[in-house]
């Protein structure tokens, strides 16, 4: 079997690749020109700049059986603009002449934030309604593929991804950001009041999710990408200390919450695991 990857150098698309090379599959990782050279000799790679991916970038991928899309640019402005405007037609015009050109299995990475303000536990059976740019831009990317499923028949898995954390973060994310203050050994470190929940997911155990997906051609339609353990964020943060063995004192209530996020919201992930379970 065949695999691409796009985003194969991003945080995810990383631990995605490291776990789907231990396997017995054909990875080729798709990444932007100035990223060449961030993969072994030994990794197949693919030169390729999304927005002028040319002709037929499913040939130049190899035709690959399965396509992992973890591409996205303008992260973590999550309210901007650039994602409708530049970033959803660039993703659409590339999966589209890749389901033309004969791709039978996708899985694409969305976004919790899909759900908007809803709060509590979250399944799939509920409705998208993102107040987010980036949730929109997500959920219209969704809607178009499940329109061009009706038409070309492929698979398709659809993730939401909540709060994955850990090596190779964006030092934006608060995980990164508490690791550079403890390094930095800091006395203490600012952050919101805490209190918001969350659904904390180790970035190593979503990679695992995502290339068993991708490698057993598994059609999930939309599917729960987290723990379902709801999770204080402050205590998510307690934790992490605790783990590095770090002593630092959280400075609570200087920062404002996201107002692009509810208070309190968790994902039921009872389909991924389902899913796994049955590929087993």
């Given at each position: 079997?065949?695999?691409?990857?796009?985003?194969?150098?991003?945080?995810?698309?990383?631990?995605?690749?490291?776990?789907?090379?231990?396997?017995?599959?054909?990875?080729?990782?798709?990444?932007?020109?100035?990223?060449?050279?961030?993969?072994?000799?030994?990794?197949?790679?693919?030169?390729?700049?999304?927005?002028?991916?040319?002709?037929?970038?499913?040939?130049?991928?190899?035709?690959?059986?399965?396509?992992?899309?973890?591409?996205?640019?303008?992260?973590?402005?999550?309210?901007?603009?650039?994602?409708?405007?530049?970033?959803?037609?660039?993703?659409?015009?590339?999966?589209?002449?890749?389901?033309?050109?004969?791709?039978?299995?996708?899985?694409?990475?969305?976004?919790?934030?899909?759900?908007?303000?809803?709060?509590?536990?979250?399944?799939?059976?509920?409705?998208?309604?993102?107040?987010?740019?980036?949730?929109?831009?997500?959920?219209?990317?969704?809607?178009?593929?499940?329109?061009?499923?009706?038409?070309?028949?492929?698979?398709?898995?659809?993730l939401r991804m909540f709060y994955l954390y850990g090596p190779?973060?964006?030092?934006?994310?608060?995980?990164?950001?508490?690791?550079a203050a403890v390094a930095r050994r800091d006395a203490t470190?600012?952050?919101?009041?805490?209190?918001?929940?969350?659904?904390?997911?180790?970035?190593?155990?979503?990679?695992?999710?995502?290339?068993?997906?991708?490698?057993?051609?598994?059609?999930?339609?939309?599917?729960?990408?987290?723990?379902?353990?709801?999770?204080?964020?402050?205590?998510?943060?307690?934790?992490?200390?605790?783990?590095?063995?770090?002593?630092?004192?959280?400075?609570?209530?200087?920062?404002?919450?996201?107002?692009?996020?509810?208070?309190?919201?968790?994902?039921?992930?009872?389909?991924?695991?389902?899913?796994?379970?049955?590929?087993?």
């Amino acid at each position: 079997m065949r695999i691409a990857v796009t985003g194969a150098s991003g945080f995810v698309g990383q631990h995605v690749m490291r776990t789907l090379l231990a396997e017995d599959v054909d990875v080729v990782a798709v990444l932007r020109p100035t990223s060449i050279g961030h993969f072994k000799e030994s990794v197949e790679v693919v030169s390729m700049d999304l927005a002028n991916h040319g002709h037929d970038p499913f040939a130049r991928m190899g035709r690959p059986d399965a396509l992992i899309h973890l591409a996205w640019g303008g992260l973590p402005q999550y309210q901007s603009n650039r994602h409708i405007d530049t970033e959803l037609p660039i993703q659409l015009a590339f999966l589209e002449c890749c389901i033309r050109s004969g791709l039978k299995h996708l899985v694409v990475t969305g976004t919790c934030l899909e759900y908007g303000l809803q709060t509590g536990e979250l399944d799939e059976s509920q409705p998208a309604d993102p107040v987010s740019s980036y949730g929109k831009a997500k959920d219209l990317l969704r809607r178009d593929l499940e329109r061009l499923q009706a038409q070309y028949g492929f698979g398709l898995t659809w993730l939401r991804m909540f709060y994955l954390y850990g090596p190779g973060q964006a030092a934006t994310s608060l995980y990164s950001q508490l690791k550079a203050a403890v390094a930095r050994r800091d006395a203490t470190f600012a952050m919101s009041r805490g209190d918001q929940v969350r659904d904390f997911m180790p970035v190593q155990e979503a990679a695992r999710c995502i290339a068993q997906i991708g490698s057993r051609g598994i059609d999930g339609n939309i599917v729960n990408l987290c723990s379902s353990h709801p999770q204080r964020v402050v205590e998510a943060a307690r934790a992490w200390l605790r783990e590095w063995n770090a002593s630092l004192e959280l400075s609570t209530g200087v920062l404002p919450y996201p107002e692009y996020e509810p208070f309190a919201f968790w994902g039921n992930r009872a389909k991924l695991d389902s899913l796994l379970g049955a590929a087993t």
